[in-house]
């Protein structure tokens, strides 16, 4: 009768050992202020430490940023959130105490140069303006499959002009993606 609980008792450890592959929670993702970012975040990297943490689909920079797919040019991305809630060690620490409670848009002004106060920030001289040096897409937020090798490959958006930002930010003519191979991102 022993021999019966065996293959029993094997298909049981077996279940139990699969579950944890395909049943690990995603890390939380928050935002400067402390308050837990929406359930559509996902972490950049679900294996580090500290992670930012971009919504579902957006492209995740190596500089911290999250490209916005709503837009048809570069020239605005976000500062999303971040997997440790007290925003210390990787956490982008840009544009974090103007926007604390949620994702906060950063403008593009050229030359690995980034605004967060306004849309017209880049010409703004009163404007706090960021160098985060230039992007490269490291992974797509909420898709743990898709290797940096990969993206390595595909094409990436290239910056419009700021006059092609304000007019389609105005309702303005959409201008389309301009994409090229990866070599350089911008």
């Known amino acids: ?47 580090a430490g500290a992670s930012v943490c971009c919504s579902t689909g957006f ?19 976000l500062r999303g959130g971040c997997t440790d809630e007290s925003w210390g060690g990787d956490c982008p620490a840009f544009c974090k105490d103007r926007y604390p409670e949620g994702d906060a848009a950063v403008y593009y002004c050229g030359d690995g140069k980034y605004c967060c106060d306004s849309q017209d920030c880049c010409n703004d001289n009163n404007a706090s303006v960021l160098t985060l040096g230039a992007p490269k897409v490291t992974a797509i937020a909420g898709e743990a499959g ?27 003519t959409s201008h389309a993606v301009t994409r090229q191979p990866a070599h350089p991102p911008l």
């Open 146 to 172: 898709v290797q940096a090798s990969e993206l390595a490959q595909a094409p990436t958006v290239q910056p419009g002009t700021p006059s092609q930002q304000a007019s389609s930010a105005q309702g303005g």
């Open 59 to 77: 492209e995740c920079t190596s500089n911290g940023l999250c490209v916005d797919p709503r837009y048809s040019n570069f020239q605005r991305v």
């Open 1 to 47: 009768m022993a021999r019966r609980h065996v293959p029993t008792t094997l298909a049981i450890i077996v279940l139990w050992s699969l579950s944890f592959g395909c049943c690990r929670a995603t890390p939380k993702c928050f935002f400067p202020n402390g308050d837990s970012s929406p359930s559509d975040h996902a972490p950049c990297d679900s294996n």
